[in-house]
T-cell receptor, first 112, second 113 residues
Framework: DQQVKQNSPSLSVQEGRISILNCDYTNSMFDYFLWYKKYPAEGPTFLISISSIKDKNEDGRFTVFLNKSAKHLSLHIVPSQPGDSAVYFCAASGASYDKVIFGPGTSLSVIP | NAGVMQNPRHLVRRRGQEARLRCSPMKGHSHVYWYRQLPEEGLKFMVYLQKENIIDESGMPKERFSAEFPKEGPSILRIQQVVRGDSAAYFC???????????FGEGSWLTVV
């Protein structure tokens, strides 16, 4: 039972354009959401998070949007750069002392 | 470097041997998580620990796998009698006691031959 879903295994975007990565979740108890970026042979790196009391959080080129009624969140990267090419994982957790559940990941390729 | 430290980075074991993976959390972090990434798959939760206590082990295989986080020293993920299907990348992450964000180490790659 996959509680966090990323339905696009891969995405290609031209350099300078916007990348939009999508994520859906099924567990209504989730109240904290995170995005991680992962390069091959390295550990995931934390990018940005959002709590359920917000619908948007922005950090530089990265913005996360949360639609609680649709149980959907998205990560926007603008402008996209070739160094952004990586696998992006969406993750979610409930209250403190709850494990963090990851989606299957979306592989982003930014084409120069 | 005050990040999450994992060792060894790469480990080769023959079938039937034991594998021990170690993780030292970030300074000030008291909670440790272990995840496994099988080839071509995502990150699967295994276990969540705090010092001397397992909080959630719902993702641990029922046999051969165990984890601990002693009062002193690193967290250890132990795999007994390894099989080829255990070959994977094992990632450790840590968080502060009341934190929601977890930070990962570089991973340990286990190869069973």
């Amino acid at each position: 039972d996959q509680q966090v879903k990323q339905n696009s295994p891969s995405l290609s975007v031209q350099e300078g354009r916007i990348s939009i990565l999508n994520c859906d979740y099924t567990n209504s108890m989730f109240d904290y959401f995170l995005w991680y970026k992962k390069y091959p042979a390295e550990g995931p790196t934390f990018l940005i998070s959002i709590s359920s009391i917000k619908d948007k959080n922005e950090d530089g080129r990265f913005t996360v949007f949360l639609n609680k009624s649709a149980k959907h969140l998205s990560l926007h990267i603008v402008p996209s750069q070739p160094g952004d090419s990586a696998v992006y994982f969406c993750a979610a957790s409930g209250a403190s002392y709850d494990k963090v559940i990851f989606g299957p990941g979306t592989s982003l390729s930014v084409i120069p | 470097n005050a990040g999450v430290m994992q060792n060894p980075r790469h480990l080769v074991r023959r079938r039937g041997q034991e594998a021990r993976l170690r993780c030292s959390p970030m300074k000030g972090h008291s909670h440790v998580y272990w995840y496994r990434q099988l080839p071509e798959e995502g990150l699967k939760f295994m276990v969540y620990l705090q010092k001397e206590n397992i909080i959630d082990e719902s993702g641990m295989p029922k046999e051969r796998f165990s984890a601990e986080f002693p009062k002193e020293g690193p967290s250890i993920l132990r795999i007994q009698q390894v099989v080829r299907g255990d070959s994977a990348a094992y990632f450790c992450a840590s968080s502060p006691a009341n934190g929601n964000t977890i930070y990962f180490g570089e991973g340990s790659w286990l190869t069973v031959v």
